[in-house]
């Protein structure tokens, strides 16, 4: 497949099929109809705070203290705010605002408390990571950062602004560290020894170590998520499912389930999504 394919192509992620999982009406509006969920402050503080911690990795070790990370953190808040009018909009009080700033630190501090960066040194940092299934399915992720140890071993660390997850929830983070460890065998970069959820929000790590039967049955489930997705293309049927999340839906505007009227599907957009199997010639 060419670079050119490759940035065209259509591709599952670890969010698109947990989406799936989650709602498929919603699956439908953002990865079919390509409606974008409009930002909002933990989304935004999400995107800060990721922004810090991949650039802290720039400076020379010795430089990698909360001091400079304090720094980083104001100039990226600058360079997201003055780009973009939509996160100025979230926030109309400057209280609000500087509530929102004071989170934005605290999560960067809890950073230094789990990690010392002067001791690490990432192999690779939002690294975007295309490959494909064995039976041909796209699939593509950004991987925060990948450390790699003196015997070759790979250990995938993807950072999270909120708690780790009650068990109930657990499901759907173990669903990221599985797809990541396919991501990356089929991308022939060989299963990670490791990968952690590192919640910045309540200082906690998740660790789950791959085994590559664990892996493949991974890729069978997905394979079957896949089919679903075309079944619901084929056939139109996209439907909603009520739950508490709703209360954080994005395309809520746009749901039936709350009185709202679903748009058409784009002429085109099935067509497009299908090229996730079915690689354009
Ligand atoms: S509001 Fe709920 S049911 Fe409707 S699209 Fe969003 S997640 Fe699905």
């Known amino acids: 497949m060419s670079e050119s394919q490759a940035t065209r192509r259509k591709a ?11 709602c498929q009406l919603k699956f439908r509006l953002i ?10 402050p933990v989304t935004t503080r999400g995107t800060l705070v990721h922004a810090v911690l991949e650039h802290i990795y720039d400076y020379q070790a010795g430089m990698r203290n909360l001091e400079t990370a304090k720094s980083l953190t104001a100039a990226q808040y600058q360079e997201m705010f003055a780009k973009d009018p939509e996160f100025q909009a979230m926030f ?16 960067v501090e809890s950073y230094f408390q789990m990690e010392n960066p002067q001791r690490l040194e990432p192999y690779a940092r939002e690294l975007l990571v295309d490959a494909e299934t ?9 991987i925060d950062r990948i450390d790699k ?4 071993a790979i250990r995938i660390v993807d950072y999270k602004t909120g708690k780790s997850p009650r068990p109930q929830y657990m499901e759907d983070k173990l669903h990221q560290m ?5 991501l990356m065998r089929q991308a022939g970069r060989g299963v990670p020894a490791r990968t952690q959820l590192v919640f910045l929000g309540d200082g906690k790590t998740l660790t789950f170590d791959p085994q590559p039967e ?3 049955a991974f890729e069978h489930y997905l394979t079957q998520i896949w089919q679903q997705i075309e079944h619901a293309c084929n056939t139109g049927n996209f439907y ?7 209360n954080w839906c994005g395309v809520k505007e746009m749901c039936p389930v709350f009185g709202n009227t679903v748009p058409d599907i784009p002429e085109g957009a099935v067509e497009q999504l299908l090229t996730i199997h079915n690689a354009p010639a």
Do not use: M
């Open 240 to 246: 909603p499912r009520k739950q508490p999340l709703c």
């Open 178 to 182: 599985r797809f990541y460890s396919l």
């Open 134 to 142: 064995s039976s041909g399915i796209a699939i593509r992720g950004f």
């Open 214 to 216: 664990q892996v493949d």
């Open 149 to 152: 140890a003196p015997n070759g």
């Open 92 to 107: 109309t009080e400057e209280s609000a605002l500087n509530q929102w700033l004071a989170e934005v630190n605290s999560l």
């Open 31 to 40: 990865y079919l109809d390509g409606f974008r969920e409009p930002p909002n």
């Open 12 to 22: 599952l992620s670890a969010t698109s099929t947990s989406t799936w999982k989650q």
